[in-house]
Nanobody, 115 residues
Framework: QVQLVESGGGLVQPGGSLRLSCAASGLPFSTSPMSWFRQAPGKERGLVATISIGGVRNYADSVKGRFTISRDNAKNTVYLQMNSLKPAATAVYYC?????????WGQGTQVTVSS
């Protein structure tokens, strides 16, 4: 079955950086569009970034210029490099894949931006 396992979350000070990773299995990774979403307490889950199978990237306006999504098809892994982090970025971050017209989710990793 499809499994997505996120890692790399944690506590970081404002202005700091984190890199999230998502290891995928059970799907043809190189032909699966991948995304990162986040959900803050009391808010709906929202899209952060996507990367197509051809490497085309799209970002939410709130993270443009600070976050970078990338993928390594040899490692079946998608990354989210987050720089200049703000307290508003505090949320659970979820990796997501599309495969056979269905969307799959990881379990999420907590990111907390606080001094």
């Amino acid at each position: 079955q499809v499994q997505l396992v996120e890692s790399g979350g944690g506590l970081v000070q404002p202005g700091g950086s984190l890199r999230l990773s998502c290891a995928a299995s059970g799907l043809p990774f190189s032909t699966s569009p991948m995304s990162w979403f986040r959900q803050a307490p009391g808010k709906e889950r929202g899209l952060v970034a996507t990367i197509s199978i051809g490497g085309v990237r799209n970002y939410a306006d709130s993270v443009k210029g600070r976050f970078t999504i990338s993928r390594d098809n040899a490692k079946n892994t998608v990354y989210l490099q987050m720089n200049s982090l703000k307290p508003a970025a505090t949320a659970v971050y979820y990796c997501s894949a599309i495969h056979s017209y269905a969307r799959f989710w990881g379990q999420g990793t907590q990111v907390t931006v606080s001094s």
